[in-house]
């Protein structure tokens, strides 16, 4: 599904991605694990295609193909979704009509007519049902003045509508409480099949009691430098990452 | 010869070709003897820092265009909110075309202003209420002067008028360069509602200056709803000065939709004379190449226990440029008023322009007034957060425009209105996008 092969990256000319490695099939689930400024966010936003960027070398290929030239709208149309660690409120346009405008125009770039208002009413029900989302809650702006626990669990109900292939999870347990990060969790569970894959970067281990991972990755200084299953993820939630450093030296 | 000269040697010509009677004749006199002592306003005037009339006044115009000229209602009929049914007034050149009309006298009078003026029956409403409220200077005397024409709206007591009324003045250029100053009086009496549609439009590639006065009386419980539709052509400009006097309980507002033209000034002046008023004052401005907008607001709150409310927004693009002068008075008497003003811009452009200038004369100690102004770009955050959502650069950039501009359209009260703004908005904007905010 995705492959990112020695991937380099700076942003004012600082070294953020150094010689990154990471094999992510479908059906999988692996958990990015790190301390602070380990780079973590910047591989999520550098997948999602953020501008400000620069890939210096290596390449990031989904499903096979080189994607490190596509724009963000392009590479969302070939099905790769970020939930943000911070979502950026949009005063003005709603939940229902943001996620309307996206799924039409995910639709027109696969040629697609827009989706029948019928449809679109089915899929909002069943997913705000999922996420355990009001009716009310569809129709204001989006995240305005929304709760950090709200914000996430909206990042989750797009995910639901959009159903992507790779989607990337950034920090997601953040802001949420254990009610909310249960209701999230069961709804990433849910929209889990064989055919697609997530990638949860979070700093605890928390979340992965309930999204349980296939791999957990120790991201650090810009490279990948631990592999291990979700048990290494109780490993660093006991012992902290200097081990680790400990380790590399 | 300059046009102010010209103005003042074609009055005698103009007066002996209308009909007159004896009292406007006088408001007429003093209003030219103003204007010739006041002449067109220059930058140095405070009020006229950021917007020159210099390279329009060079045009020669042709000032009062005698030829009849028509035009079929197929080639214009998108420049009226045609879906729905509406009292029409409507002028080509400065001239009422009664094949376009639509008026009535059947319980309240949409008509003329030229019959108002010379007809003994609105004589009482004339004297009442003529020139009563329009503020004596450059712009409005050299109006005053010529009034002749426009739009004449007088709604009694009780009366709900059920359907708008758009007042639209087009300009054929058969001239090389035309000037019309249409005159409007607008009359509501007590417990009345009236919406009313005013568009300038010219059609032409040919210099236009509209200089047009409207007097708006809006009576103890009236209800006006006015929108101001600008979306002339590159080569038309506008000097719109609107006077607005409004008595206890009253509700007005006027939206001004500012879409292109060349240089377009909004003079809006509005005159709180009672308690328990309610003033709304909104604007949408999205321009691009050389175009100019010059928003210059006044609330003058008079009484206590009253309010006002504007919210301004703009976008600018390419090399245009934004002017919002917005000024309240609070006189010492009105206490318990609140005022607030918003304005927000965004420019597109690194050569598109805005000059912003709140100012607040307050007088009273007891007042809640607030102003916030706001010039940026559009959100870097936002629009990549859109497009990681699928859509496209080009349509983030628009819904964030539309999210920023909604504010003001939710207050539109007319549905085909609110839909034909929206398909001007997605129009300048280049985007067919599938929602409706």
Same mark, same amino acid.
């Given at each position: 599904?995705?492959?990112?092969?020695?991937?380099?990256?700076?942003?004012?000319?600082?070294?953020?991605?150094?010689? $990154?490695?990471? !094999?992510? =099939?479908?059906?999988?689930?692996?958990?990015?694990? %790190?301390?602070? /400024?380990?780079? &973590?966010?910047?591989?999520?936003?550098?997948?999602?295609?953020?501008?400000?960027?620069?890939?210096?070398?290596?390449?990031?290929?989904?499903?096979?193909?080189?994607?490190?030239?596509?724009?963000?709208?392009?590479?969302?149309?070939?099905?790769?979704?970020?939930?943000?660690?911070?979502?950026?409120?949009?005063?003005?346009?709603?939940?229902?009509?943001?996620?309307?405008?996206?799924?039409?125009?995910?639709?027109?770039?696969?040629?697609?007519?827009?989706?029948?208002?019928?449809?679109?009413?089915?899929?909002?029900?069943?997913?705000?049902?999922? $996420?355990?989302? !009001?009716? =009310?809650?569809?129709?204001?702006?989006?995240?305005? %003045?929304?709760? /950090?626990?709200? &914000?996430?669990?909206?990042?989750?109900?797009?995910?639901?509508?959009?159903?992507?292939?790779?989607?990337?999870?950034?920090?997601?347990?953040?802001?949420?409480?254990?009610?909310?990060?249960?209701?999230?969790?069961?709804?990433?569970?849910?929209?889990?099949?064989?055919?697609?894959?997530?990638?949860?970067?979070?700093?605890?281990?928390?979340?992965?009691?309930?999204?349980?991972?296939?791999?957990?990755?120790?991201?650090?200084?810009?490279?990948?430098?631990?592999?291990?299953?979700?048990?290494?993820?109780?490993?660093?939630?006991?012992?902290?990452?200097?081990?680790?450093?400990?380790?590399?030296? | 010869?300059?046009?102010?000269?010209?103005?003042?040697?074609?009055?005698?010509?103009?007066?002996?070709?209308?009909?007159?009677?004896?009292?406007?004749?006088?408001?007429?006199?003093?209003?030219?003897?103003?204007?010739?002592?006041?002449?067109?306003?220059?930058?140095?005037?405070?009020?006229?820092?950021?917007?020159?009339?210099?390279?329009?006044?060079?045009?020669?115009?042709?000032?009062?265009?005698?030829?009849?000229?028509?035009?079929?209602?197929?080639?214009?009929?998108?420049?009226?909110?045609?879906?729905?049914?509406?009292?029409?007034?409507?002028?080509?050149?400065?001239?009422?075309?009664?094949?376009?009309?639509?008026?009535?006298?059947?319980?309240?009078?949409?008509?003329?202003?030229?019959?108002?003026?010379?007809?003994?029956?609105?004589?009482?409403?004339?004297?009442?209420?003529?020139?009563?409220?329009?503020?004596?200077?450059?712009?409005?005397?050299?109006?005053?002067?010529?009034?002749?024409?426009?739009?004449?709206?007088?709604?009694?007591?009780?009366?709900?008028?059920?359907?708008?009324?758009?007042?639209?003045?087009?300009?054929?250029?058969?001239?090389?360069?035309?000037?019309?100053?249409?005159?409007?009086?607008?009359?509501?009496?007590?417990?009345?509602?009236?919406?009313?549609?005013?568009?300038?439009?010219?059609?032409?590639?040919?210099?236009?200056?509209?200089?047009?006065?409207?007097?708006?009386?809006?009576?103890?419980?009236?209800?006006?709803?006015?929108?101001?539709?600008?979306?002339?052509?590159?080569?038309?400009?506008?000097?719109?000065?609107?006077?607005?006097?409004?008595?206890?309980?009253?509700?007005?507002?006027?939206?001004?939709?500012?879409?292109?033209?060349?240089?377009?000034?909004?003079?809006?002046?509005?005159?709180?004379?009672?308690?328990?008023?309610?003033?709304?004052?909104?604007?949408?401005?999205?321009?691009?190449?050389?175009?100019?907008?010059?928003?210059?607001?006044?609330?003058?709150?008079?009484?206590?226990?009253?309010?006002?409310?504007?919210?301004?927004?703009?976008?600018?693009?390419?090399?245009?440029?934004?002017?919002?002068?917005?000024?309240?008075?609070?006189?010492?008497?009105?206490?318990?008023?609140?005022?607030?003003?918003?304005?927000?811009?965004?420019?597109?452009?690194?050569?598109?322009?805005?000059?912003?200038?709140?100012?607040?004369?307050?007088?009273?100690?007891?007042?809640?007034?607030?102003?916030?102004?706001?010039?940026?770009?559009?959100?870097?955050?936002?629009?990549?957060?859109?497009?990681?959502?699928?859509?496209?650069?080009?349509?983030?950039?628009?819904?964030?425009?539309?999210?920023?501009?909604?504010?003001?359209?939710?207050?539109?009260?007319?549905?085909?209105?609110?839909?034909?703004?929206?398909?001007?908005?997605?129009?300048?904007?280049?985007?067919?996008?599938?929602?409706?905010?």
């Amino acid at each position: 599904m995705l492959k990112i092969n020695n991937l380099y990256a700076v942003i004012d000319d600082k070294s953020i991605l150094k010689g $990154l490695n990471l !094999d992510v =099939k479908a059906g999988e689930v692996h958990a990015i694990m %790190g301390p602070n /400024g380990a780079g &973590k966010s910047t591989l999520a936003n550098i997948i999602a295609g953020k501008e400000e960027y620069e890939v210096t070398q290596g390449d990031i290929e989904l499903n096979g193909e080189d994607i490190s030239e596509l724009s963000p709208d392009e590479r969302a149309h070939n099905g790769v979704f970020l939930s943000f660690q911070y979502p950026v409120e949009i005063p003005g346009v709603s939940v229902t009509n943001f996620i309307k405008t996206a799924i039409n125009e995910n639709r027109k770039a696969k040629g697609l007519e827009d989706m029948p208002a019928k449809d679109m009413l089915k899929l909002l029900r069943e997913k705000s049902e999922l $996420l355990e989302i !009001d009716r =009310k809650f569809l129709s204001r702006s989006l995240n305005e %003045g929304f709760s /950090g626990g709200e &914000k996430k669990r909206n990042e989750i109900f797009q995910m639901a509508m959009l159903d992507p292939k790779l989607a990337i999870l950034d920090e997601t347990d953040s802001g949420l409480d254990i009610d909310a990060l249960r209701i999230v969790a069961n709804g990433v569970n849910k929209l889990k099949s064989k055919d697609n894959a997530v990638i949860v970067i979070t700093h605890y281990q928390r979340l992965l009691e309930y999204i349980v991972p296939d791999f957990v990755h120790v991201l650090f200084d810009g490279r990948i430098v631990k592999t291990g299953d979700a048990s290494l993820a109780l490993e660093l939630e006991e012992k902290g990452y200097d081990w680790i450093k400990q380790e590399l030296v | 010869m300059e046009l102010k000269e010209k103005l003042l040697a074609s009055y005698v010509a103009f007066e002996n070709g209308i009909n007159m009677n004896t009292d406007i004749h006088d408001i007429r006199t003093e209003a030219l003897q103003n204007f010739e002592k006041l002449g067109f306003p220059t930058k140095k005037l405070e009020e006229w820092k950021y917007t020159s009339l210099n390279t329009i006044l060079k045009n020669d115009f042709s000032i009062f265009p005698n030829k009849e000229n028509s035009i079929q209602f197929a080639d214009v009929k998108k420049y009226f909110i045609h879906d729905i049914d509406t009292y029409k007034v409507v002028f080509i050149d400065g001239k009422y075309s009664s094949f376009l009309s639509d008026t009535t006298h059947d319980g309240k009078d949409v008509c003329l202003m030229s019959s108002a003026l010379s007809k003994s029956k609105y004589k009482a409403v004339i004297e009442n209420y003529f020139n009563k409220i329009a503020k004596q200077d450059n712009l409005t005397s050299l109006n005053t002067a010529f009034v002749n024409e426009g739009a004449y709206i007088y709604i009694p007591k009780n009366v709900e008028v059920e359907k708008p009324i758009q007042i639209i003045n087009f300009t054929t250029g058969n001239d090389v360069a035309t000037m019309i100053q249409p005159r409007n009086l607008i009359v509501v009496e007590e417990n009345a509602h009236v919406q009313i549609i005013e568009r300038h439009q010219s059609l032409t590639e040919n210099a236009v200056l509209t200089n047009v006065v409207t007097e708006i009386f809006s009576a103890r419980n009236a209800h006006v709803d006015y929108y101001k539709i600008q979306n002339d052509n590159a080569n038309a400009s506008l000097i719109d000065n609107t006077y607005i006097d409004q008595k206890t309980n009253s509700v007005v507002s006027v939206h001004t939709f500012s879409f292109g033209g060349n240089i377009t000034r909004n003079n809006l002046n509005f005159f709180q004379k009672g308690e328990h008023i309610d003033s709304i004052l909104k604007g949408v401005t999205i321009i691009e190449g050389k175009q100019h907008v010059d928003h210059n607001t006044l609330v003058h709150h008079i009484e206590p226990n009253c309010e006002s409310h504007q919210d301004y927004k703009g976008i600018y693009n390419e090399r245009s440029t934004g002017v919002f002068n917005g000024k309240v008075i609070v006189n010492k008497e009105a206490q318990k008023t609140n005022a607030y003003q918003k304005n927000n811009n965004i420019l597109i452009s690194d050569k598109a322009t805005i000059n912003a200038k709140p100012q607040l004369e307050i007088f009273a100690d007891d007042v809640k007034c607030s102003h916030g102004c706001t010039i940026g770009q559009l959100d870097e955050m936002a629009l990549f957060y859109m497009q990681q959502r699928g859509i496209p650069i080009k349509e983030a950039k628009a819904l964030l425009m539309y999210a920023f501009a909604n504010t003001v359209l939710e207050s539109v009260k007319i549905p085909e209105l609110k839909k034909r703004i929206n398909k001007i908005i997605a129009a300048k904007l280049g985007v067919d996008i599938g929602f409706d905010l």
